[in-house]
């Protein structure tokens, strides 16, 4: 998360994982997750990711399909033999240009999962790439690697997403990206799967229960499980063409392993549940066996395993991703809380105490030094950052949460570790204008956000905060909160609370509680664009347009940085044609 939720599932919590735990062993059924396993090789279809300026991850699932008396290879069940699978990539979509090929073993170590890292390519070059096994070939997937070509500035442009809940409501957002022909990658950006089941911990609109289920059906726990559970990913339709149209930028967040996790722990981890270590390593093992993700260079300093890295696109700028989950210290807690995550500022010294203290750390000092030196020492015009929770500070009006006068803000997020926000904006106020400007893209609040960077009074940059693809946002909690009046009602509410939000923080710009959907970056020597595309507003005739796999999100509203400012400003209309290609 993320976005509070509601109490009442704090309660129920216990019980579902009581259920899990109890649970018999699965029988692997032909439901959605496995599904393709019996459907030839590659029923998971293909993906890419990771563009450097010379290489790029190539992805597939290859089944070996089940001899008589052997069980089915399904995702997550151990099975199956060792087979060769072939990769070609090419210039052409015929492979009549091939520049690369060869050949790999999978096995059931990995879940049957192929991962190459294409290397020799050359940068800003559209290319096509496919599998072949036992007979079969893979669908063709399209990527291209990132333009990054010293002294040569080229487009870039990207759709930002985050928080893609199975439950939560049909992919469309994935539908609409990969419709699009103009998009150097897709940037994810954490929450692309979620470890609820579908008990009493099910996320989500109830019109989808028994058409969008979760599996397995319960909360995720082992390495079997989160196989089962990216495999369900791999198999909805929109997940897989986004995947196959564009290679992806990906990085965890909490929901990867479990809900608003810190260094050792997570908040919807209990003590019944086996060791969190284990159930994390398990949760990373699946994530990088089913995610194009390629895992960096683990000479540079960090802690525990290295996953945050940087990208660059030659002299207009870089894109460093962040990794802010397995080294972060527990969040501050305030159990009288209206909203899960939620604290108070200015009641309790202790509070207080706790969220400033040094000692707190969101990514780890080593990651924060390297964070900062990206800033300072590349001589480029932009450093985006891919970033989980929100760096922007917020302060929440307690009379909103039905708290009287006080001020709230989410722990959760860098507000909850003041001191590195501070020591990271800092930095970046400090910055001379022949550093750059730095663009920060986050996700994780299911909500839609522009917003101004600042150290004290100093500007430090832009925030751009894209919506969830599926899950709930403030109007969904707010519809609930309410005793589901009609959705104008609860959108109207919505509204009031999102603007009493932006008044009370006038650094906000722009705060949308309502769409789900993506954003699109585009990023020129001049300016840094966003525009959000969002789901369209509920109404009686159509309360919850997740649940309608033919609604497509569509373009909203825009707001950009131009260069030199560090602020946000108004852009007049969404960005048109890329300036150039690539080869
Ligand atoms: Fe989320």
Redesign the pocket.
């Known amino acids: 998360?993320?976005l509070p939720q509601i109490q009442r599932r704090t309660v129920l919590k216990g019980v579902a994982a009581a259920t899990a735990a109890l649970a018999a062993p699965r029988v692997f059924d032909a439901a959605a997750a496995a599904a393709p396993a019996g459907k030839g090789v590659f029923g998971y279809g293909v993906a890419s990711g990771d563009p450097t300026g010379t290489s790029v991850i190539i992805w597939t699932r290859a089944t070996p399909p089940a001899r008589p008396g052997e069980r089915i290879a399904a995702p997550g069940s151990g099975c199956g033999r060792s087979i060769p699978v072939q990769w070609q990539v090419a210039r052409d979509e015929r492979f009549t240009r091939k520049v690369a090929h060869g050949t790999v073993h999978t096995t059931a170590d990995s879940d049957h999962t192929v991962k190459v890292d294409v290397t020799g390519l050359d940068p800003y070059t559209q290319y096509y790439y496919r599998f072949h096994s036992l007979g079969e070939y893979s669908p063709v997937g399209r990527t291209r690697t990132a333009a990054d070509i010293p002294g040569e500035v080229h487009a870039l442009r990207m759709a930002l997403v985050?928080?893609s809940n199975y439950t939560g409501g049909y992919f469309t957002a994935y539908r609409a990206i990969a419709e699009r022909d103009d998009l150097d990658f897709v940037l994810h950006v954490g929450?692309y799967i979620y470890e609820y089941g579908n008990g009493a911990d099910r996320y989500g609109p109830k019109e989808l229960v028994g058409v969008r289920d979760a599996q397995p059906a319960t909360e995720i726990l082992d390495l079997e499980d989160y196989r089962l559970r990216h495999a369900l990913h791999k198999a909805d339709p929109d997940a897989r063409a986004a995947h196959q149209a564009h290679p992806w930028i990906t990085i965890f967040d909490d929901?990867e392993v479990a809900n608003n996790a810190w260094a050792d722990g997570a908040e919807n981890h209990q003590a019944n549940e086996g060791s969190y270590l284990a159930r994390r390593n398990a949760a990373l093992k699946a994530y990088l066996e089913w995610m194009p993700f390629r895992l960096p260079d683990q000479s540079v300093s960090h802690q525990g395993t290295r996953f945050f890295k940087r990208f660059s696109f030659g002299a207009l700028g870089d894109l460093s991703v962040l990794e802010t989950r397995q080294n972060r210290s527990k969040q501050v807690s305030y159990p009288q809380s209206p909203l899960d995550g939620f604290v108070p500022i200015g009641v309790s010294p202790a509070i207080d105490g706790a969220l400033a203290s040094p000692q707190r750390h969101l990514p780890e000092p080593e990651q924060l030094t390297w964070i900062k030196d990206g800033v300072s020492t590349t001589g480029r015009r932009w450093h985006l950052f891919g970033n989980q929770v929100m760096i922007t500070a917020v302060r929440y009006p307690g009379s909103a949460l039905g708290a009287g006068n006080v001020l709230f803000v989410n722990a959760d997020q860098w507000d909850g570790y003041a001191a590195d926000q501070a020591s990271l904006l800092g930095h970046l106020g400090a910055q001379p204008a022949a550093a750059g400007d730095v663009v920060v893209l986050t996700g994780?609040i299911?909500s839609s956000w522009a917003a101004d960077l600042q150290a004290g009074s100093t500007p430090a940059g832009v925030e751009f905060v894209t919506p969830?693809v599926t899950?709930d946002g403030f109007y969904e909690i707010v519809r609930s909160f309410l005793g589901n009046p009609a959705p104008e009602t609860a959108v109207g509410a919505t509204r009031q609370i999102t603007g009493a939000v932006q008044q009370l923080n006038p650094w906000v710009k722009y705060l949308d509680g309502v769409g789900h959907g993506f954003t699109v970056i585009d990023v020129t020597p001049e300016r840094v664009q966003a525009d959000f595309h969002h789901t369209p507003v509920p109404t009686s005739a159509a309360p919850d347009p997740r649940v309608n796999p033919g609604v497509l999100p569509t373009y909203t509203r825009s707001f950009r940085t131009l260069a030199g400012t560090r602020r946000v400003s108004a852009a007049t209309g969404p960005v048109g044609p890329r300036t150039d290609q690539p080869r």
Do not use: T, Y
């Open positions: 998360m993320s985050s928080c929450d929901h994780d299911h969830s899950s």
